[in-house]
């Protein structure tokens, strides 16, 4: 079901600075950059390479508001890695196979990610406390 890992989503305090260790440290580039009101973060993703199935990133996130899942998340755990991304043909059809088996899906529909994807996460007490999030992405 899955064709690659998408992005591994990590929690920053400040974007920038992040962004900067990145580029420097790992001579990374940053592919986009968005903000996404409906989760509660800015976001950066950093290209790392190209496969078969698509490219993979790595997607650096700051909250723009405390109250959100990367607000909670930095508050109680600091900064690192806060979920992977799968990468999936289609999203519905993941979403009913992977629901069908008892996994909580946080979302039952999917929502609007970053660079155009279609996203949907499925609840970390049901994934063995990794946050996971399924990507079908825009087709280019
Ligand atoms: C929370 N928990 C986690 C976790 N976040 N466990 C593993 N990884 C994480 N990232 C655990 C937490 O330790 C608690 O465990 C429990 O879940 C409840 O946490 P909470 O802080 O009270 O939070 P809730 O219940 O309000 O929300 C948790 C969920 C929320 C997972 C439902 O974070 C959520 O909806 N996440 C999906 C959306 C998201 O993360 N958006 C930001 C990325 P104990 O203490 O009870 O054992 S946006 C993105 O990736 C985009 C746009 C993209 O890729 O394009
Ligand atoms: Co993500």
Do not use: C
């Amino acid at each position: 079901m899955f064709t690659r890992i998408d992005h591994v989503g990590i929690a920053v305090r400040d974007l920038e600075k992040s962004i900067s260790w990145y580029e420097t440290t790992f001579g990374l580039t940053v592919a986009s950059q968005e903000i996404n009101e409906e989760q509660g973060v800015r976001e950066a993703m950093l290209f790392v390479a190209d496969g078969p199935a698509g490219s993979s990133y790595v997607q650096l996130l700051e909250p723009i508001r405390p109250d959100s899942p990367v607000g909670k998340f930095l508050a109680r755990n600091g900064e690192g890695v806060h979920h992977i991304g799968y990468g999936v043909d289609d999203v519905e059809n993941a979403l009913a196979s992977i629901g069908a088996t008892g996994v909580r899906l946080v979302d039952k529909r999917p929502r609007h990610g970053s660079m155009g994807a279609s996203i949907a996460f499925l609840h970390p007490k049901d994934t063995g406390g990794v946050l996971t999030e399924l990507v079908q992405a825009t087709r280019r």
